[in-house]
């Protein structure tokens, strides 16, 4: 019996793409590598016309969203995500489940990669809002443009990542146990 999470995302994206796929998302279809689902997130890799795209299908309380690194996927619903969604209703085992880590679980630095690769800036700047310190803050006290470090944000979510992305996230990290609300210190 399909877990809870696979169930979920077979019906949302079942919804979503009840059409017939077009013939540029049919010659997709089983072509991806490097499958893997986190919960109802599915990921994998395609190579596309312009090189090896990122391609991400989700399920959450807002409903079904998806991204792909290629140029025109940015907000997801291109070609490669149709793909990516129905390659996931073909065979869903094919996708191999990785369980998400908790902080306490990183012990080496293989680890510490792990945990930096499944979670989210998105994430760890909504956990410092909640203890009252902003992006601007976080920003300011990295020495960079609040702009950027939002762009560094919304990019991750379109499968963009800037070299920077894993040094901002261990300065969250680091922000989040050593700091308190309003970053005093604890
Ligand atoms: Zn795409």
């Given amino acids: 019996?399909?877990?809870?999470?696979?169930k979920a995302l077979r019906e949302a994206i079942q919804e979503?793409?009840?059409?017939?796929?077009?013939d540029k998302a049919k010659s997709y279809i089983g072509t991806f590598f490097e499958m893997a689902r986190i919960g109802a997130r599915i990921s994998a890799k395609v190579e596309g016309n312009h090189g090896t795209y990122t391609v991400s299908v989700q399920k959450d309380e807002q409903g079904l969203s998806s991204?792909?690194?290629?140029?025109?996927?940015?907000?997801?619903?291109?070609?490669?995500?149709?793909?990516?969604?129905?390659?996931?209703?073909?065979n869903?085992?094919?996708?191999?489940?990785?369980?998400?880590m908790a902080l306490e679980d990183i012990s080496d630095l293989d680890g510490l990669q792990r945990y930096l690769g499944e979670t989210t800036l998105d994430s760890l700047l909504k956990e410092l809002r909640s203890k009252g310190i902003t992006q601007k803050s976080l920003a300011e006290c990295m020495g960079m443009n609040t702009r950027h470090l939002s762009s560094v944000r919304t990019s991750e979510l379109r499968n963009r990542y800037y070299r920077e992305l894993g040094a901002i996230k261990l300065a969250c990290l680091w922000m989040l146990e050593h700091l308190d609300r309003d970053g005093t210190k604890h």
């Fill in 16 to 22: 979503h793409w009840s059409g017939e796929p077009s």
């Fill in 1 to 6: 019996m399909p877990n809870a999470d696979i």
């Fill in 92 to 100: 869903s085992s094919a996708f191999r489940e990785i369980e998400t």
């Fill in 67 to 90: 991204a792909c690194s290629c140029y025109i996927g940015k907000y997801g619903n291109c070609h490669h995500c149709a793909a990516l969604a129905l390659t996931f209703l073909n």
